[in-house]
């Protein structure tokens, strides 16, 4: 995909898609005027039932700028600092389980299973209720197994199925920290308050939801593809066990060069140009933050993972007043299960018989599988 990028880049930078009636947008400098209007460029989605289309995700000013200012109480960086101890023991606790393995999985072992036992231990739910959680999390995050009309049809049965179930979960779970507050993300928000205004129940609700889904696979892809980064790439990684130190910025690099997220969606609120091509109210945009992160008009030897990078502007967590809320939590959780896998397996190597499977969707950027020896 990223010769795809580069074609575009060079070619069509602001293109128009006939057949999927979307304006695809490749270049970094366009993609951040765009993230930086959202007066022209809205967060509204076009379809209202996917389950964050009524979230902070998809919504404008002035509407947006209240309920960040309340959510962001719950996710500073010094909040998301105390949740390290927790992190850490949940991570030992992952890798205690392939402790005498000499090859395991690096998905199904940590990538996976961590960010979302991480977000289900912020927002609040006991670990006594976690295995019912987790199913329920799982039915609204994995797509169908495949595209016949039947299996996409229980799948969206089996969407509504766990969406129900959590918002009963989460209605009683409010109910009860409305009374016994806790040291939790739903005990900062029910008592968050900002010139009067506090957020309702329902949009409680929502917004753990919310968490669940961005805050999940994103994470597992970045964790994921930094651990490939850096085994691919022997001097880069006997450079961090010599100094993990380097570990943020190498992070940073990741982010940059294998972003988590490759695309987001914005719509047109007025008629206007860019490039000289002529957008019209209600057209559908498609950001490709992938392509930017590799533009060489900002990044030198964009297509290299380079550690000297003096400058790393990313837009892996976006730009602008969307700027990703879990990006603290994100590079605190792949910042210590690096530093955990280096200090645990310091011999660990891609498998040679290993299996790397891509995914397949076009969207984000990760891996179905990633097999170490250790
Ligand atoms: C927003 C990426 C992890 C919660 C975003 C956006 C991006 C992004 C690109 C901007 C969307 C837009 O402008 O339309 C990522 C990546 C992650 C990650 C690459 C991991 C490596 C997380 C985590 C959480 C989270 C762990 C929560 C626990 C959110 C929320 C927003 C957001 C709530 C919406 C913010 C707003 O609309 O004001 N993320 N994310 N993300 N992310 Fe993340």
Known sequence: RFSWYKKMRNESPVYYDEKAKIWDVFLYEDIVKILKNPKIFSSERKNKNIPTSN??????????????????KAFTPRTIQMWKPRIEWHIQKLLEKVQDE???????????????TIIATIIGVPNSDMDKFREWT??????????????IKENTKSVYKGFKNLNDYFAEIIEKKRNEPQDDIIS??????EDGFKLSNEEIIGFSILL???GHETTTNLITNSVYCFLENEPLLNQIKQDPDLLPKAIEEVLRYRSPVHAMPRIVK??????GQKLKAGDEIVLWIGSANRDENQFDCAEEFNLQRTSNSHLAFGTGIHFCLGAPLSRLETNLVLLELIK?????????????????????YGLKKLEVTV
């Open 55 to 72: 979230s902070i995700i998809a919504m404008d000013p002035p509407r947006h700028n209240k309920i960040r200012a309340l959510v962001n």
């Open 188 to 193: 900062v928000l029910i008592n968050a308050e």
């Open 138 to 151: 799982m039915s609204i995050v994995s797509g169908p197994a495949d595209n016949s009309k039947e299996t």
């Open 270 to 275: 007025e008629n206007t140009e860019l490039r």
């Open 212 to 214: 669940l889904i961005a």
């Open 344 to 364: 645990r397996f310091p011999n660990m190597k891609l498998s040679t018989k290993h299996t790397i499977e891509p995914l397949q969707s076009p969207l984000m």
């Open 102 to 116: 000499n090859q395991f999985d690096i998905v199904k072992t940590i990538a996976y299973p961590l960010p979302l």
